[in-house]
């Protein structure tokens, strides 16, 4: 399968063993002081993102997570725990860590919950970056789960979208991840930033030396660019869709800060689980979904298109044909590999 990315890249990229990937992130968030489960936990995810395609929450990542522990914006060595607020409610709270460990136990509790009730909603807090939220909604749905998860908070911390009509950022990239049971080629998987582009992206293209889609980016002065340092430079993301990505992202913001509180680490996040089983039989369930989704993909392609795709198939697609190599801009590889040397 040919690799696709929104990057303009202007280097070449070093196709890397996914098993050498792997130990090399392990050892590098071991050294940072994470433990031995979560340094797993987290190389894991990140290379399976890169085989799936998806460079912008992949290998790259590590310098960032890297430079926020050097820091102490994020604990290397935090441990997630899950409590009830008092009101009924139930928190996953990842102590101040990456969000990764801490999302995949959110998943798995709210699977746990609505399995035995039906439905679940919890809150995911005091997180760092979360990974991509594709993986976790695509592994509930294979068992049988509809999950809808928002996240959204913190702006004073992660101006990064400008609303619709404005030309300063003024709101995080608030991201929606929706998973549901599909046909017989694995579950719909809709994973999104609010944003034109996700933040990943940028930090992506920053750190392989490449050059940004037309049309997602403003600087400063508001001005359409395509130089990823213009946004650190004070510029912004434009939202998605206009009105529709700045609605969105509003909905997103109210919930992580109005209903869940003052965010911490990075932002808050709402987890609903539901039990589709409880509305009707998987066999049946799965031959629906499989009519809906064959007449979208049989849809005659407009100019410019191959084929209509269904989201979540093209990630699965990707990790299939991959061999286990990822692709890595030799740039961000040579980074990553320098950064394991300094902790060696």
């Known amino acids: 399968m040919e690799y ?49 395609g998806m460079e912008s929450h992949g290998v790259m990542r590590t310098l960032q997570y890297a430079e926020q522990m050097r820091t102490g914006y994020m604990k290397a060595d935090a441990q997630t725990h899950v409590t009830d607020n008092g009101r009924g409610g139930l928190v996953v709270d990842g102590g101040g860590g990456i969000g990764i460990p801490a999302m ?18 919890l809150a995911i807090r005091n997180v760092g970056h979360t990974g991509r939220h594709g993986a976790f909604a695509d592994a509930a749905a294979e068992r049988g789960f509809l999950t809808i998860c ?36 694995g579950p719909v998987v ?19 030396g490449a050059l940004l889609p037309e049309g997602c980016v403003i600087d400063r002065n508001g001005n359409p660019t395509r130089d990823p340092e213009d946004y650190f430079a004070g510029g912004a993301i434009l939202p ?29 996040w709402l987890l609903i689980t539901l039990d589709t089983g409880r509305f009707r039989d998987s066999h049946a369930m799965i031959s629906a979904a499989e009519e809906v989704l064959a007449e979208l993909r049989d849809c005659p392609p407009a100019p410019g298109f191959e084929q209509v795709e269904i989201p979540g198939e093209r ?20 980074a990553i590999q320098t950064l394991s040397a300094t902790l060696g």
């Open 4 to 52: 696709r990315s929104k990057l303009d890249l202007k280097g070449d990229r070093v196709p890397v063993p996914a098993s050498e990937a792997t130990a090399v992130l392990v050892s590098i968030f071991s050294r940072l002081g994470c433990r031995d489960d979560t340094a797993q936990r987290v190389a894991d995810h990140l290379v399976d993102t890169s085989l799936c």
């Open 104 to 121: 995949l136990k959110a998943y798995e509790t709210g699977m746990e919950t609505a399995g035995a009730t039906g439905i679940s909603a």
């Open 150 to 185: 928002v996240g959204g908070g913190n702006r004073q911390i992660w101006r990064q979208v400008a609303p619709y009509g404005g030309a300063k950022a003024m709101l995080p990239t608030n991201p929606w991840c929706i998973g549901i049971p599909g046909g017989p080629r």
């Open 190 to 208: 809709l994973d999104f930033a609010t944003s034109k582009i996700a933040g990943g992206w940028i930090y992506a293209a920053r750190s392989a």
């Open 240 to 268: 998605s869709g206009e009105h529709k990505g700045y609605g969105l992202a509003l909905i997103g913001e109210l919930i992580g800060e109005a209903i869940l509180g003052p965010s911490t680490t990075e932002c808050h």
């Open 315 to 334: 990630e699965r697609a990707y990790r299939a044909a991959s061999g286990n190599l990822l692709h890595v801009p030799r740039s961000t590889w040579t």
